[in-house]
């Protein structure tokens, strides 16, 4: 998704920010008293409080209190950073790591230059769900695996809220590595960035999900319409508590028990088991194609397939979309890594 919103004028970004409890509003209060949070870039930025607030914010704007009010998690999700207009939540993020809580997480209305996975652009108008939430991990080895977490959260939590509120299914399929799909469209991709310090990796998670924006693909609102006459929509601050929830849950049996405990439910959501795909090998000085027929996940978090020859790879993602050359196979944005 490519294009962005420019910065309207030279005054500072806000960053309201609001805690669950009294302990991280606390938190809030020192952090903005001694200006200890920056942004990517050297305007300046303006810390508010929540509590303080003194005017009513502008008519679609994130509603913090609601978002608060809603969230039921122990860790994540906590303590919030909310601005109605910012370069990136991901930069927020990841270069204030270390002065937030562990679990923290900055939404924006609108970015201006939101990061996509591979240095793309993230198209970010208003009506789309933008966050960035920081986590630690001590296990390098599963850290590529924990943006896989993140999509089921997604997609877990919209069926969610489609049961509590007997809407048709919306089905938020995973497209891998970290596309969301829905309806043959992406609706939402997740970005996950890691740093090592202090014997632990600090990483940043930022997820966009078209909820409200037509543009550019589709969004769920547009989808539910179009699927029933229920008078209802998706709420941006209804999706992040319950994303949390879930996320919360799943994280946690991730981190006991391994991606193996939440594999059969992932398979479930994605959408590539049994797939046919053609796949270039360098072969020497040759690239050779390959048809492979998509088998799962390797341990590292690759796609395990299987060729017509019934040699096993493992698949690795391309940066960008390649065409696809043949109606009866699947668009192929994947390259041979490994043969096993
Ligand atoms: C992708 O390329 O599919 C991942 C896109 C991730 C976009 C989100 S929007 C909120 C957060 N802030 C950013 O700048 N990027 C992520």
């Avoid at 299914?169 to 596309?179: A, G, L, S, Y």
């Avoid at 019934?310 to 192929?332: I, T, V």
Wanted: proline share 4%; with cysteine.
């Amino acid at each position: 998704m490519a294009a962005t919103a420019s910065k309207p004028s030279d005054s500072p970004c806000t960053l309201v920010l609001c805690g669950k409890s009294a302990a991280e509003n606390e938190i809030a209060k020192s952090l903005r008293d001694n200006a200890a949070l920056k942004l990517a870039e050297n305007d300046g930025v303006s810390v508010l409080l929540q509590s303080e607030l003194d005017k009513p914010v502008e008519e679609g704007s994130f509603r913090v209190d609601s978002f608060v009010k809603s969230l039921s998690t122990n860790r994540f999700g906590r303590f919030l950073l909310w601005s109605p207009l910012l370069p990136s939540t991901h930069d927020v993020v990841s270069l204030n790591f270390g002065q937030l809580p562990v679990g923290s997480v900055c939404v924006a209305d609108i970015q201006y230059k939101g990061r996509g996975r591979s240095k793309n652009l993230w198209e970010s108008p208003k009506g789309s769900l933008l966050f960035s939430f920081t986590l630690q991990m001590e296990d390098g080895n599963v850290v590529p695996l924990v943006q896989y977490v993140v999509s089921l959260a997604v997609s877990e939590a919209i069926k969610e809220i489609c049961d509590k509120n007997g809407l048709p299914f919306v089905d938020v399929r995973i497209k891998w590595p970290n596309d969301l799909y829905l309806n043959n469209l992406k609706v939402g991709g997740v970005l996950c960035t890691s740093t090592y310090r202090s014997k632990k990796f600090d990483v940043s998670v930022g997820i966009g999900l078209n909820v409200d924006n037509e543009k550019p693909t589709t969004c769920l609102n547009a989808f539910l319409k179009e699927l029933s006459d229920v008078d209802y929509k998706f709420a941006r601050e209804d999706i992040l508590a319950i994303f949390f929830s879930k996320f919360e849950k799943f994280f946690d049996i991730f981190i006991d028990q391994g991606f193996q405990a939440l594999e059969e439910l992932y398979y479930k959501t994605w959408l590539h088991s049994g797939q046919r795909v053609i796949v270039q090998e360098n072969n020497e000085d040759k690239v050779v194609e390959n048809v492979v027929t998509i088998q799962g996940l390797t341990s590292s978090g690759y796609l395990l397939a299987v060729g017509d020859d019934c040699r096993m790879c493992e698949l690795h993602p391309d940066g960008n979309r390649r065409k696809k050359k043949d109606s009866s196979l699947q668009e192929a944005n994947y390259h041979w890594g490994v043969s096993l």
